[in-house]
C-alpha cells in the first residue's frame, strides 16, 4: 500500500496516453490496439491518483527537482480528480466506442489511422492540464488540447468539417493569444507564474485588472460561453460522433478548469460581486439561448450541440453564487456538474452518432417509428437526457440541487428560476425527439448493431443516472484544497 501511495501517479497518467500516441503514430497497423490498451491502464492510474488524494489529501509532485518558480509542479487536488476521473470515464468508454464507429467504410481505416495517436495525445494533454500548477504549463497544455481537438474535428471530412475546423482553430488562437499576454503582464509584474505564489501577491491595481480581463476573456472564448459560442455547433455537430464526445465533454471543461483556478486561486483580491454576477448572466443567457437553439433543431447532433450551449451555462453561475454561506455548496455543486455533464453528454453524443452510422443520417424527422436496434438507441439518448435535464437521481439532479440551494441561501432567486425554466426546455427537446422516434407509423427496421456502438453509450448513461446516489464521494473529493469554506448545503434553507 505505501508503495501504490508513494508513486507519482499523475504524471504516469500524462506519459502513458503520450507513450501511446507516439506508438500509435509510429505503427498505424497496431494504432487501435495500442489506444485499446492505453485506455485500460489510464483509468487503473487515475484510480490511484484518487486514492492518493482521499488518503493523503492533495498531492505535489515537482518536475525533474526543481521548486517553483523555476521549476513546474503538479498539483492534484479535488478540482484535478474530477477532470481526471471525467477522463477517464468517457476516455475508456469512447475508446471502446471508435473500435466499432471506425471499423467499416472505405474511408475508416484513413480516420482510424489519425483518430488513435491525436486521441492519445488529447488525453494526455487533458490529465497534464488538470494537474499544472502553473499558469505557463496551463497555456502549453491548453494549446496541445486545442490543436488536438482540431485536427480530430477536420477528421470528419468534407467541406463542411474543415470550415468547422478553421472557425475553431482561429477562435482557439484568439483566446490562446488573449490568455498569453495576461500571463505575461503577470510574469512581467511579480516574476512567477506558479499559481499558489501569485495568489499571494496579485493585488487590486490597474495592472492586476487588466491581466484578469484579457486571461478571462481568452478563457470565455475557449469555453465558448454565450455569445462567444459560435464556433461550438459547428464543430462539434461535423465532427465523428467519438470526436463530438471528447469534445462536448471534456474539451470545454479544460478552459473552464483553469478560469476555476484564476478567480479563485490568482485573483481573489481582484475579482468583484459585479464581475461574478456578469459572468452568471452571461451563464444564463447560455442556459435559455442554447435551449431554444436546441429546441429548434432538425438534426440530433446539432440539437446535442446546442444543449452543450446551454449546459455550460449552469457552469459559470458558480461565479455570484459562490459567496457567504454558500460558497462551498456553489464550488461542490459546479465541480460535481463537471462529471455528471461529461458523462451525460457523450453518452448522448454517442447514441447520435450511432443512429448516423446505422440509418445514414441524424434528422429527427426522418426517425418517425425507429424500431429495433435505432429505437434502443433512442431509450438510451432518453436515459443519457435525465442527467442533463435534472431528474433525480441522476448526478445532474445533484449537481443543480446544490446549484439551487446556494442561490437560495445567497438571495439569489432569480437564477433559480433560471435553472428550472432551463430544465424544462431541457425536458421539452428531449421529449421532442422521443416524440418523433415513437409515432405509430410503420417502422424501419435496422440491422443488428455491433456490440462496440451498443453498450458504451449505455454504459456512461448508466453512470450519469446512478452518480446521483453516490454523490457524497464525489462532492467530498471535489472539496480537498477547493479555495472555499463553509459547509456543503443539501436541504433548501432559508
Known amino acids: 500500500m505505501s508503495l501504490l501511495l508513494g508513486e507519482p501517479w499523475s504524471a504516469w497518467a500524462i506519459v502513458t496516453p503520450m507513450f501511446a500516441a507516439t506508438a500509435a503514430f509510429l505503427l498505424p497497423r497496431q494504432a487501435a490496439r495500442v489506444g485499446l490498451a492505453a485506455a485500460l491502464v489510464v483509468p487503473l492510474m487515475v484510480a490511484a491518483v484518487v486514492l492518493q488524494v482521499h488518503t493523503l489529501g492533495s498531492q505535489s509532485h515537482v518536475v525533474g527537482g526543481w521548486e517553483p518558480p523555476l521549476g513546474i509542479a503538479l498539483r492534484t487536488d479535488g478540482l ?70 482540431v485536427a480530430l474535428t477536420a477528421m ?8 468547422a475546423a478553421m472557425r475553431y482553430l482561429l477562435s482557439g488562437l484568439v483566446g490562446s493569444l488573449a490568455y498569453l499576454l495576461g500571463v505575461a503582464l503577470l510574469y512581467g509584474a511579480y516574476g512567477t507564474v ?81 464581475m461574478g454576477q ?6 444564463a443567457a447560455a442556459i435559455l439561448w442554447g435551449s431554444l437553439m436546441a429546441l429548434r433543431q432538425e438534426r440530433l447532433k446539432l440539437l446535442v450541440a446546442y444543449s452543450t ?66 429505437g434502443v438507441q433512442v431509450v438510451v439518448f432518453a ?3 435525465v442527467t442533463i435535464i435534472g431528474l433525480p437521481p441522476s448526478g445532474g439532479f445533484m449537481a443543480k440541487w446544490m446549484l439551487l440551494n446556494a442561490a437560495i441561501v445567497s438571495g439569489q432567486w432569480w437564477y433559480l428560476v433560471v435553472m428550472a425554466l432551463g430544465s424544462l426546455l431541457a425536458g421539452a427537446y428531449v421529449l421532442r425527439v422521443l416524440s418523433w422516434a415513437f409515432l405509430d407509423v410503420q417502422r424501419t427496421f435496422y440491422p443488428t448493431l455491433a456490440w462496440t456502438l451498443r453498450w458504451p453509450p449505455l454504459a456512461l448513461a448508466l453512470v450519469a443516472l446512478l452518480l446521483g446516489l453516490v454523490a457524497f464521494m464525489p462532492v467530498h473529493l471535489a472539496l480537498i484544497d477547493a479555495p472555499t469554506a463553509g459547509p456543503v448545503l443539501l436541504e433548501v434553507r432559508p
Not at 469512447?94 to 482510424?112: I, N, T
Not at 483553469?258 to 483580491?269: G, Q, T
Open 383 to 385: 436515459l443519457a437526457a
Open 278 to 283: 456578469l459572468l452568471g448572466g452571461l451563464g
Open 194 to 274: 506558479d499559481l499558489a505564489l501569485l495568489g499571494q501577491v496579485v493585488s487590486d491595481d490597474g495592472l492586476g485588472r487588466a491581466a484578469l480581463a484579457l486571461m478571462v476573456s481568452g478563457l470565455l472564448l475557449k469555453t465558448a460561453l454565450f455569445p462567444l459560442h459560435f464556433w461550438l455547433p459547428p464543430a462539434h455537430s461535423m465532427a465523428p460522433a467519438p470526436v463530438s464526445a471528447l469534445l462536448s465533454a471534456l474539451v470545454v471543461k479544460t478552459s473552464y478548469l483553469i478560469l476555476l483556478r484564476l478567480w479563485f486561486e490568482v485573483f481573489p483580491a481582484v475579482v468583484t460581486p459585479a
Open 156 to 163: 470528419g471530412g468534407g467541406i463542411a468539417a474543415l470550415s
Open 80 to 149: 484535478s480528480l474530477m477532470l481526471l476521473v471525467a477522463t477517464a470515464l468517457v476516455g475508456l468508454v469512447v475508446s471502446l466506442y471508435a473500435l466499432g464507429y471506425f471499423a467499416g467504410g472505405v474511408h475508416e481505416p484513413q480516420k482510424r489511422r489519425y483518430f488513435w495517436p491525436l486521441w492519445m495525445f488529447l488525453w494526455g494533454a487533458c490529465n497534464a492540464l488538470a494537474v499544472s500548477g502553473d499558469l505557463f504549463n496551463l497555456y502549453v497544455t491548453l494549446e496541445m488540447v486545442t490543436l488536438a481537438s
Open 309 to 374: 450551449v446551454a449546459q455550460l451555462g449552469y457552469l459559470f453561475l458558480v461565479f455570484p453564487l459562490a459567496q457567504g454561506e454558500a460558497t462551498a455548496t456553489a464550488w461542490a455543486g459546479v465541480v460535481f456538474f463537471v462529471l455528471a455533464h461529461a458523462c451525460g453528454k457523450a453518452a448522448m453524443f454517442l447514441v447520435a452518432g450511432t443512429i448516423y452510422h446505422t440509418a445514414g443520417h441524424d434528422r429527427i424527422a426522418y426517425l418517425a417509428g425507429a424500431g429495433g436496434p435505432l
